[in-house]
């Protein structure tokens, strides 16, 4: 097994999501892979010279995925499970674990981090004119309750 301080970091544009061990996609472009810690200041009576700082609530940007239109239904069965028909026939969202995963140029997994409570709550489609000479690009946008990295 490589060294962790002489192995070359993976090339950042192979990646894929899936929901509950289902592949949704490989995507070209995934953003939000952020956490934010609250920080509160507290100024202590008398004491001019600092302020407290204390650590509050975590908070998680929505994941938005970009990618090439492909002629999977994968995206469209999850959404379609969370909103729509899916959604009046048990008048709830489920939440669902998910993760996006960096493949080495093998396509094995280097890097993952795994979701909690993942929810579709947005998807657009492709710009589509006849004088475009741009790729057909799809997005969705997934919310969820947090994530951790793991292998």
Partial sequence: MADARTMDPPFAGRFVFEVEGRTIGAF??????????EVEDVAEGGQNAFTHKLLGRMKWPNLVLKRGVTNSDALFEWLMECSGEGFAKSNRVVGRSGKVSVLSAAGKPVRTWEFTNAKPVRWSGPKLAASARELAVEELEVCHSGFRSGR
């Fill in 28 to 37: 070209t472009e995934v953003s939000g892979l952020a956490v934010t810690i």
